[in-house]
């Protein structure tokens, strides 16, 4: 933690930023390591919160801590979000004052269009430091004398808050799932927009930072405003997670349709014409397969991951953009190619010989599956991590590993998994190059 500015500096203009596979060399990653948050999780809330258990924070830190170390021993760079945020609104008024209005823009006051508790909030926000806003906006703020203060705004707030809303700003547990509020495919960022509450304003940091960041706003990456390529007529708000995304490499984006990532958005994503071919994996919308990299992840140029269970009941469509005769982009084009999961990869990528590991029978499968085994996040080529606990004799570990095939890091779960991510999830690549 606490690494500096010069110091980031340094690492970006050494490797330089962009995200070009999967499964290239992995050189630059953001992570966040869980604080204070965590602590917010009771036995009423975390399911609200997103967790399936509560985690022991200690765990979390020694775990957490371990898979950091792996990543550096191996040559990658970690940046920590909370460092990023902190260096941004030191560095930047503008940074602070977007933040605090989307703080309220987000907020129940606003809502709930109750303007005199909003504009106390305003208040109480603008006289709290770079540092302190970092931990408000990540760690949450509760209403209560002992985190608000004694001033005429805290008082305002204590009175007018309904007692149903513990938190004026809620606590963001799950950005230790840092892969799913943003992803850098080639030069361009995208900020996604998530499909539950509990996240509302992990996309609004993610924003500022990348936006106002003394080095990462300038280093040649381009925010791109994907949601306004909605179509008029859409009802649906469009959303879409980066658990969800698996950018391939040369303009080839594999999407997963899912519990958090709906159609209004992939189609929002195809019409920025930035991808050549854009392949879309309908998942089925529970929350054990939240995203498509819990049942199937990268491993190499020429593997993946798979969840036999699924691998012939998830139907595969290729999107397209349509023009009309004024070049007027219409409503992309669904192109089904059945329900064969990996006979459609192959031919789609056009690679005959691509392998999908997976635990030996069904049940080690469901089992490995529920234990995030099959969300691996790839350090080269055929090097990939993932939890510990694997079944050794039956499980996908063993199965990449037969014949050296792969090279394995293992990592605890305790304290991480509770969450219902794995180590994919906890990753995001700053710097990644081509396959």
């Known amino acids: 933690m606490n690494i500096s500015t010069s110091k980031i500096k340094e690492i970006l203009d050494e490797f330089g930023v962009g995200v ?123 209403c209560s004398q002992d985190e608000l203060g004694t001033s005429d705004y805290a008082q305002i707030l204590l009175t007018t808050n309904n007692s149903m809303n513990e938190y004026l700003i809620p606590p963001l547990p799950n950005l230790l799932f840092m892969r799913d509020g943003f992803s850098i495919i080639d030069n361009h960022v995208f900020i996604w927009q998530m499909s539950k509450p509990a996240r509302l304003n992990e996309p609004l940091l993610l924003h500022i930072i990348f936006q106002y960041h003394p080095h990462l706003s300038n280093c040649g990456l381009e925010i791109i405003e994907w949601q306004k390529n909605i179509d008029e007529n859409d009802k649906e708000i469009p959303t879409i997670e980066g658990g969800d995304v698996a950018y391939l490499g040369d303009g080839i984006l594999l999407i997963g349709c899912s519990e958090r990532t709906n159609r209004t958005g992939i189609e929002a994503l195809t019409r920025t014409g930035l991808f050549h071919q854009v392949i879309v994996i309908m998942i089925p919308p529970e929350r054990c397969y939240m995203h498509l990299d819990t049942i199937l992840s990268s491993v190499g140029k020429h593997a993946f991951t798979l969840h036999g269970l699924l691998a012939e009941t998830m139907q595969i469509y290729t999107v397209e953009n349509q023009y ?30 691509l392998i999908f590991y997976d635990a030996k029978d069904e049940q080690t499968s469901i089992d490995e599956q529920r234990q995030c085994r099959h969300n691996v996040v790839v350090i080269d080529d055929c090097h990939v991590v993932t939890y510990a606990g694997s079944d050794a004799e039956k499980g996908i570990v063993t199965h990449m590993t037969h014949n050296n095939m792969c090279r394995v890091g293992l990592i605890p779960f305790e304290g991480l998994s509770e969450g219902g991510g794995g180590v994919h999830c906890m990753t995001n690549a700053v710097r990644r190059r081509p396959k």
């Open 324 to 353: 009309s005769h004024q070049k007027t982009c219409l409503k992309p084009k669904w192109i089904s190619y059945g329900f064969n999961v990996r006979q459609t990869l192959r031919k789609l990528l056009n690679n005959p010989d």
């Open 20 to 142: 070009h596979s999967e499964c290239g060399k992995l050189d630059i990653v953001l992570m966040h390591r869980p604080g204070k948050e965590l602590l917010r999780l009771t036995k009423d809330n975390h399911h609200l919160l997103l967790y399936d258990a509560l985690p022991n924070i200690i765990q979390t830190h020694q775990s957490h801590d371990i898979f950091s170390q792996y990543l550096r021993d191996h040559g990658i760079h970690v940046l920590y979000l909370e460092d990023l945020l902190r260096q941004t609104l030191i560095s930047s008024d503008q940074a602070r004052s977007q933040l605090i209005q989307g703080i309220l823009t987000n907020s129940h006051f606003n809502h709930n269009n109750q303007q005199q508790s909003l504009l106390a909030l305003q208040q109480w926000l603008l006289h709290r430091t770079p540092e302190q806003l970092t931990e408000d906006i990540i760690v949450g703020v509760a």
